[in-house]
């Protein structure tokens, strides 16, 4: 039975429930998955669950009417911080983990998680899109991850432990949250109301990954479309590279001037190239060579999201993804 109508990840709620009933929670975790699992979510309900005014906490069962739970829904709580990447921006600001110059360390989320409870018996932050803490980010966290407040938690929420540096990997309890269940993601999809054809859910949900984010990029016809003749082109023999960058240009400028739209657009186009290449890697295939060359182009493609999330200059990136792509060696 799914968590307060989180699917899928009743294993982590139960590792949770134990450390909380021994006594035993950590103070600092690090929340790894894809994308479009619940783990932003789950980090959510966890903090209504352990600031819950009226359930013990160990039970891990929020009550979710008292004045704390509709606090924490509203991101209103007093005790809880919750910082994101602006889409704008590469990485997370200084600012929201220790404030603006004029006031370092005396705001920003490690000021206010080592301030006192106001209402409930813990501090709680969450960190979101800790994918892009970079070097002076990360520096700026490690007291607070060496020294945790008194009845403090600090949740970072990433995709990969590779992505995380070395400093906040080595301090943070890791919590791996795995690709939903292809019968999850299908009545998600039905219950999300992006179809209302149970055929169609199924559909997307076995070319979702096991992420409800990616099926909802999928319910767009349009990119279904062109994803279609992306792979169509993937898979001649010879890759034309100026008309596949091309192909893809056109495509992303549809999305309009807004930035973070057009990098959404972007990486779903690069994401069935992915989808496309683990397929390929997946057949059985004798000659060594075609399978050293779809492994490095899988490669590439993922080297090309995450030059999507730094905000790569996007022409450029497409003309060099679709070159490299084009080679032979």
Request: hydrophobic share 40%.
């Amino acid at each position: 039975m799914a968590w307060h109508g989180i699917d899928g990840h009743d294993d982590v709620v139960e590792e949770f429930r134990r450390a909380i009933g021994r006594g035993r929670l950590a103070s600092s975790f690090l929340f790894v998955g894809p994308p479009g699992v619940g783990k932003r979510t789950f980090a959510m309900k966890l903090a209504q669950a352990m600031l819950c005014s009226t359930r013990s906490e160990s039970s891990l069962d929020p009550c979710e009417t008292c004045p704390s739970c509709r606090q924490v829904a509203a991101g209103a709580h007093p005790d809880l911080t919750v910082v994101s990447k602006p889409d704008d921006k590469s990485f997370l600001p200084l600012e929201l983990l220790i404030g603006e110059r004029e006031h370092r360390r005396r705001e920003g989320l490690c000021h206010h998680l080592a301030l006192k409870p106001s209402l409930g018996g813990r501090k709680i932050a969450v960190i979101d899109d800790a994918d892009f803490l970079n070097s002076e980010g990360a520096n700026a966290l490690l007291k607070t991850l060496e020294e945790p407040p008194p009845r403090s938690v600090l949740i970072l929420i990433g995709t990969s432990p590779a992505k995380q540096l070395p400093t906040i990997r080595s301090r943070c309890q890791l919590i791996r949250f795995q690709p939903l269940p292809l019968d999850v993601v299908e009545r998600l999809v039905l219950s999300a109301g992006l179809t209302d054809d149970p055929a169609e859910a199924r559909r997307l949900a076995q070319h979702s990954e096991g992420s409800l984010e990616r099926a909802r990029d999928l319910s767009d016809a349009e990119l279904w479309s062109f994803r279609d003749a992306i792979v169509e082109r993937l898979s001649c023999p010879v890759l034309n590279s100026v008309e596949l960058a091309r192909a893809v240009s056109a495509f992303v400028d549809q999305a309009g001037r807004e930035a973070s739209a057009r990098r959404a657009r972007l990486r779903q186009v690069i994401g069935a190239a992915v989808e496309f290449y683990r397929r390929r890697l997946r057949e059985p295939c004798d000659d060594v060579t075609v399978s050293d060359r779809n492994a490095a182009r899988l490669e590439r493609c993922l080297d090309a999201l995450e030059q999507i999330d730094r905000n790569a200059n996007q022409a450029t990136l497409i003309e060099c993804w679709a070159d490299d792509l084009a080679r032979d060696d």
